[in-house]
């Protein structure tokens, strides 16, 4: 079961500049394979982590790990104050509560509508009034700009549309951190801008912690450069990030399950490892 | 060649205990909150009334064709007015209870293990999870239950219109009469048989779907791996039930007759 935190806790979690997930020297490995071989970060409240690497190098593990769908061989993994590698599924529950994920491909509901989708945790597990759920759904549609698409069905909508309902079901209930796997791979560079905007709007607008994991350099350098703001007319733009902004996003590129660069964009473009090099060119 | 069988001992191992655990869990999800109730009414309805058309045309002609064949060999020693005693005690201890659950096997269990293996290979099941969602109380539970509940339902509406059926064959083809058919029926009929081909649609229902779970959500490798499931799903419930069958028919005959 998830253990009560203490107060104290609670309000440290709650501070500006607190550590949302730590990753402590964590490392699995399926039968011979080793996926991760020592994989230690931390992510600040309000920041956003952007995980680089090649096909199978473990990005995607990390983010499995972090929501409990994997448990690590060995290492400490700590989610919002709570130790996730030694809670049951029950107890991981609790922890869920807080985290939204994209899955790559999006994993909607193939037999659910947009709308039971989106609303599906609110729907399934919480005793909300219908029709307060249902004003969730279509701010949250309307906040991703679907609205006109509720009663589809996930069959109907592009590529695109789909990775945004997605991002829509993760963040109906209001999780304080999401997870994006993959969120742009696969998307055309106009469909993936709008998915990063998306990324950047709940991260500076909605105060979200991110980890992003991808292989799209393009998207990475655009969510980790610009951010959002909204004028006084409550309109919302995308703009290039400030110095301190830019700071709130870090680069870790991860190389057969070990991390081999940690930190902001300029340094990862400066950096004179090869493979990094390689991997930028 | 050593390894190979140390590998398939393994896997088989673990493939047992994964069935075990699922079993356990899903008992488990059915005494505890939270209970998705719209969800078992859903499985009800797709495996209860939808399996009905499939049910009632295998019954039927079972029941024809074994009036049929029976009536050859009873005319032969002027015994053609008890084909009703041989129709009813056949469908109802072994034929109406083993091709029910035969059909629903290729029905439901198949189906079962399509769809959560679609869900597996496309990761909804580990949305679900991620959306705090135990998938064995939102997936498996209604499936098992439905399984469970249904299959005898489903059995009793077989080995009827098997009956029935055996009637038309007695009726017009036999050329025996409809009274002496249903009295035939009726005496040809003690409570043990009815109690055991009441008890087996139970275990079969149980067996067909608890199979058809554990092996859609153990589903990997995408689409062809979804056909490899599907595929196992309807050979290992099928044999389940024909064994099945054995071992209920012989604690029956062990402990009740």
């Known amino acids: ?281 | 060649m050593l390894s190979l069988i140390e590998g398939w001992l393994k896997k088989a191992a673990l493939d047992v205990q994964e069935y075990v655990r699922l079993v356990k869990a899903t008992f488990g999800g059915v005494f505890t909150r939270p209970f998705y109730t719209h969800d078992v009414v859903e499985q009800f309805d797709l495996i209860g009334w939808g399996s009905l058309t499939v049910v009632l045309l295998a019954g039927l002609f079972t029941g024809m064709a074994l009036a049929s064949q029976s009536g050859l060999t009873l005319d032969q020693f002027g015994a053609t007015p008890v084909v009703g005693r041989l129709v009813s005690a056949s469908m109802i201890k072994e034929l109406g209870p083993v091709l029910t659950a035969l059909m629903l096997t290729g029905r439901i269990g198949s189906g079962i293990a399509a769809e959560l293996g679609s869900m597996a290979v496309t990761d909804q099941i580990n949305a679900l999870r991620a959306l705090g969602t135990d998938p064995l109380r939102k997936l498996v539970v209604p499936r098992v239950l439905a399984g469970i509940f249904m299959a005898p339902a489903l059995t009793v509406v077989s080995d009827f219109i098997g009956i029935l059926g055996g009637w038309v064959i007695a009726r017009y083809q036999l050329q025996v009469s409809s009274s002496l058919y249903w009295a035939s029926v009726t005496k040809g009929l003690y409570m043990d048989d009815v109690w055991m081909g009441l008890s087996k649609p139970f275990v079969f229902g149980f067996l067909i779907s608890t199979i058809a779970c554990h092996v859609g959500l153990r589903t990997r490798g995408g689409t062809a791996g979804v056909g490899r499931s599907t595929t196992i799903s309807v050979v290992a419930g099928s044999v389940a039930v024909i064994a099945g069958d054995f071992f209920v028919t012989q604690i029956f005959i062990g402990f009740i007759y």
Not at chain 1, 24 to 31: G, I, R, S, T, Y
């Open chain 1, 1 to 281: 079961m998830a253990t009560e935190l203490a107060p104290s806790a609670k309000e440290i979690l709650a501070e500006p500049g607190a550590p949302v997930i730590v990753f402590d020297h964590v490392q699995l490995a399926f039968d011979e394979k080793v996926v991760l071989r020592d994989l230690t970060f931390t992510l600040i409240k309000g920041h956003t982590k952007i995980i680089l690497g090649a096909s199978g190098s473990g990005k995607s593990t990390a983010l499995k790990i972090i929501v409990g769908l994997w448990k690590a061989d060995a290492g400490v993994v700590w989610v919002n104050g709570q130790r996730v590698d030694q809670l049951s599924e029950r107890g991981l529950m609790e922890v869920r509560s807080d985290l939204g994920m994209i899955f790559q491909e999006g994993a909607l509901f193939d037999s659910l509508t947009v709308r039971e989708n989106v609303g599906y945790k609110l729907y399934e597990e919480t005793n909300l009034p219908l029709a307060e759920i249902d004003g969730r759904v279509k701010e949250v549609l309307g906040f991703i700009g679907l609205a006109e698409h509720i009663d589809k069905m996930p069959s109907e909508l592009s590529g695109g549309q789909r990775r945004r309902v997605a991002i829509a079901r993760a963040i109906c209930f209001r999780p304080s951190i999401m997870l994006y796997d993959e969120a742009t791979t696969g998307l055309d560079p106009i469909t993936a801008s709008t998915v990063n905007d998306e990324m950047i709007k709940l991260r500076d607008l909605e105060n979200v912690s991110s980890i992003i994991v991808t292989h799209q350099l393009r998207d990475a350098f655009y969510v980790a450069e610009h951010m959002a703001v909204r004028d006084a007319a409550g309109a919302v733009s995308i703009v290039p990030a400030t110095a301190a902004k830019e700071r709130e996003a870090e680069f870790i590129m991860i190389r057969d399950g070990l991390i081999i660069f940690e930190g902001e964009a300029d340094a990862l473009r400066r950096s004179d490892d090869p493979y990094i090099k390689e991997f930028l060119s």
